[in-house]
């Protein structure tokens, strides 16, 4: 199975990915969604990158976003708390903002909940989403997510309010 559609790819993280993974997690725009309050260094973005990827031992796994017809990086997308007991991971998919509302991140979604369900063979995918963020959840619901709870007052935005949160699911039936 290959982790590519008719736009996208996905793959494995390189070396030359830690600028863009280094502009990324350094954005205090998106620390709301991914739980970071610190800086990220190149180095140890280049180690995470050099270290082992093994889903098994690691419980995660980042991969780029690639376009088929230039290779441009649009975004990455993650999978973490990967639970092989209970057969369920949490799921965060981030694209560059001049790659939004390209139907690119659908693609992204639809390969990783393909390999997640038919190569993993996990029962459950789950996501977090900030309940105000409607471009995000339409997309999961789009993927047949659905919102199984809200998780009240459960994170901070940068004006130190109090934010809900979706608790998206996605059950392999």
Known sequence: MQLKNKNIQLRALELKDAEYLYLWENNTEN???NDQQ???????????????QDIYTQKQLRLMIILNSTTEI??????????????????????SEEYRSK?????ALQSIINYAFNILHLKQIFAHVPINNTKSITLFSKNNFTCNGVLKSWIKDKKEQYVDVCFLQLINA
């Not at 997308?77 to 694209?95: E, H, Q, R, T």
């Not at 139907?103 to 693609?107: R, T």
């Open 31 to 33: 620390w709301l969604i």
């Open 38 to 52: 610190t800086p990220i260094s190149k180095n140890l973005l280049l180690e995470l990158i050099q270290s082992n």
């Open 103 to 107: 139907g690119y991140g659908n693609e």
């Open 74 to 95: 649009v975004g990455c997308i993650d999978l973490f708390a990967v639970d092989f007991k209970n057969s369920k991971c949490g799921i965060g998919i981030y694209i």
